[in-house]
């Protein structure tokens, strides 16, 4: 992992960046994050660090974030989002946001936990809607060659490029509710940040 901060719109990109990133030493996964902690501010935002465990083989390495505003005390919450800015990620790929989309709705059809059912929801919800900020507006119905970071997501859009029409997405968004009914529902139940209930 590099050393040099990676730049994130929210403390819960930063945590779906580890969950969608291989590790470095055995190239599988999944990484899991420790607690974020504030390690320096600035006037354009903040630094925080964690350390990234990977599930397979138990290797740690601290990676760093840079955030544009420090978190506040109920970021990250259900009711969150993970950007708030139209510009697409820096740090996941559009093929790693439909892969997290997938993830979290097959875990969702396995979930019992209504509550937690709707939280997936969201953030099944807000993958894809962060998928489909790397197309453009004109009528290409597939991402540009620059909405791929990643070899991974590159030889999936190679092999099956249908999973990446733009078209599909907003089929598979139309069938989720709103964002803003399905916030509305979870700041009436548990107050555990969404994106920390995988760890």
């Not at 030493?25 to 899991?32: A, D, F």
């Not at 997938?102 to 937690?116: F, G, I, L």
């Not at 990643?150 to 999936?156: I, V």
Request: neutral net charge; contains cysteine; charged residues 25%.
């Amino acid at each position: 992992m590099p050393d040099e901060a990676l730049v994130a719109h929210s403390l819960a990109e930063a945590y779906l960046y580890l969950r969608a990133t291989p590790c470095a030493s055995c190239g599988q996964g999944p990484l899991s994050g420790s607690d974020a902690k504030l390690t320096a501010e600035t006037g354009f935002g903040v630094r925080v660090g964690m350390r990234a465990t990977c599930g397979s083989c138990g290797r740690a390495t601290n990676i760093t974030f840079h955030l544009a505003e420090r978190p506040s005390d109920d970021s990250g919450q259900c009711a969150g989002a993970i950007s708030s800015v139209a510009a697409a990620s820096r740090i996941l790929d559009v093929g790693q946001w439909i892969m997290l989309f997938r993830v979290t709705t097959e875990a969702a059809d396995k979930e019992t936990d209504k509550t937690r059912v709707r939280q997936l929801g969201l953030e099944a919800a807000q993958c894809l809607e962060e998928a489909l900020k790397f197309y453009d507006d004109l009528d290409n119905d597939l991402p540009p060659p620059e909405a791929f970071f990643t070899d991974a997501s590159r030889e999936r859009f190679k092999t099956h490029p249908e999973q990446f029409s733009k078209q599909r997405l907003i089929e598979l968004r139309s069938k989720l509710p709103s964002l803003s009914a399905m916030r509305s529902c979870l700041s009436r139940s548990d107050k555990m940040p969404w994106w920390r209930r995988w760890w």
